[in-house]
């Protein structure tokens, strides 16, 4: 399974969302994430790819391809 697929994954058990027509060009904003909702989903990752988020870095992703990279980044 991709970084991608398992992101999703992650993403649709911890928010209930069915977010299957993700991309690595979508951004948070187009998700229409309430704040509770991105906090829920970084601990989602967090926990899919054992890697701790720093919340500075949260700050600086914008896209769901600026967040693979990172979490490619952490696993390597």
Do not use: C, P
């Amino acid at each position: 399974m991709d970084t991608l697929e398992m992101l999703r994954q992650a993403i649709t058990k911890e928010l209930g969302r069915d977010l299957g027509d993700i991309t690595s060009g979508t951004s948070f904003e187009d998700m229409a994430l309430d704040s509770l909702e991105v906090v829920q989903m970084i601990m989602a990752i967090e926990e899919a790819f054992d890697i701790e988020i720093d919340d500075e870095d949260v700050d600086g992703l914008k896209t769901v391809g600026e967040l693979l990279e990172y979490i490619e980044e952490k696993t390597k």
